[in-house]
């Protein structure tokens, strides 16, 4: 079966996340109040798994293994058939 | 007897040349430019991560090459003993494949640097012997050098003396101002449990010589001679 994921990879809350403060400053100098910022990634990935039971444990692998750092992320994944 | 260097290389690593050019002048060293998807380690008597941007810094500094052959075979023979040291990219692939504790994320600023640093040698390792208490120059070049853990890592780290290099101000102080990045505890680098895996975001191969500015590079070369 085809399963398409969709992976969250975000600073975990107590890791600094200059990137999102970045931002933050730069959408205030567009005359927004902005209480604060997080920036994280957006990881879509299509591929083949037995059963959405498989594609998850797949995707498990995908989050722990490579996209996501456990010292410093955290992610969450949508998984559905394709 | 002369001593054999496995210098690594992954796409986008640079500074295997510079790590090559250097140790030459170390006395009793030789080295060998090893493919990382190929690179064996028997027969070699340390291991170097030179720095580089390895897949182009994709997902994250240094995170592809975790899944490169390579990263099991640096952890066979850092588990024998052997010693490995990574610089700057390199530290950055220790943290990802768990030999080192942490991680480096962005720079505070969020600036690249591409400085000189001052250090001070906190803790004796396999790559930094004798010279506790001792300061060094080094160059860096890096804008992901901010290494960050949790408290309890932090602490660890702090308590088993795993903090080999610390950046310092010109009177020695471990002031804000003096890190380059934002490091925790200003942190410029760190050893493993045992001391023989070291990582540093500053480039030792890059002050190997007065003509570029400096020979503190040679005291952590020499170390495996």
Known sequence: MKFKAIIHVRPKPEIRDPQGEAVAGALRTLGLSIEGVRAGKEIVVHFDAADLTAARAAVDTMGKELLANPVIEDYSADVAAA | MTKRVALLRFPGTWSERDFQHAFSLVPGVETEILWHAEAKL???????????????????????????????????????????????????????????????????????????????????????????????????????????????????????????????????????????????????????????????????????????????????LQAIA
């Open chain 2, 42 to 220: 028997k027969g070699f008597d340390a291991a170097i991560l030179p720095g580089g941007f390895s897949y182009g810094d994709y997902l994250r500094a240094g995170a592809i090459a975790k899944i490169s052959p390579a990263a099991a075979e640096l952890k066979r023979a850092a588990a024998e003993g052997m010693p490995i040291l990574g610089s700057c990219n390199g530290f950055q692939i220790l943290c990802e494949i768990g030999l080192l504790p942490g991680a480096l994320v962005r720079n505070d600023h969020l600036e690249f640097r591409c400085d000189w640093v001052r250090m001070r040698v906190e803790h004796e390792s396999a790559w930094a012997k004798g010279l506790t208490g001792q300061f060094l120059r080094m160059p860096i070049a890096h804008g992901e050098g901010n290494w960050v853990a949790d408290e309890r890592v932090v602490a660890q780290v702090e308590n088993r003396g795993q903090v080999v290099f610390r950046y310092v101000d010109d009177a020695g102080i471990a002031t804000a101002g003096a890190s380059p990045n934002g490091a925790i505890h200003n942190i410029a680098g760190i050893a493993s449990g045992e001391g023989n895996v070291v990582g540093l975001m500053p480039h030792p191969e890059r002050c190997a010589e007065l003509l570029v500015g400096g020979l503190d590079g040679v005291s952590l």
